[in-house]
């Protein structure tokens, strides 16, 4: 099993980014995929998840109206569209995957599986 996360970088505030989700080994509809952070100095936190389907999407309050969570299940891709960057949204985004035939979970001992993370630095 193989999760990569990709599309990180350097972005000034108010500025867009969209994060890619690569997964292989999987049978991807049966996943729950999550988006997790983790900022300097802070504790790792839940950002959204999507449900194996794609009917089900949970945002964390932070970025609820900013981010958009999304799904190929046949691209075996998951996708974070994050619009009207912020400096604290400056962290490492990590993508996970959990099995759920239904449902979302957004507890983070639940995830089985991790992707390396992608670096996201917001500028003021």
């Known amino acids: 099993v193989q999760l990569q996360a990709s599309g990180g970088g350097l972005v000034q505030a108010g500025g867009s980014l969209t994060l890619s989700c690569s997964i292989s080994?999987?049978?991807?509809?049966?996943?729950?995929i999550g988006w997790f952070r983790q900022a300097p100095g802070k504790d790792r936190e839940m950002v959204s998840c999507?449900?194996?389907?794609?009917?089900?999407?949970h945002y964390s309050d932070s970025v609820k109206g900013r981010f958009t969570i999304s799904r190929d299940n046949g691209e075996k891709s998951v996708y974070l569209q994050m619009t009207d960057l912020r400096p604290e949204d400056t962290a490492v985004y990590f993508c996970?995957?959990?099995?759920?035939?239904?449902?979302?979970?957004?507890?983070?001992?639940?995830?089985?599986?991790w992707g390396k993370g992608t670096l996201v630095t917001v500028s003021s």
């Open positions: 080994g999987l049978t991807l509809e049966t996943y729950v």
């Open positions: 996970a995957a959990d099995f759920r035939l239904f449902g979302l979970t957004t507890t983070e001992r639940d995830y089985d599986y």
């Open positions: 999507i449900s194996g389907k794609g009917g089900l999407t």
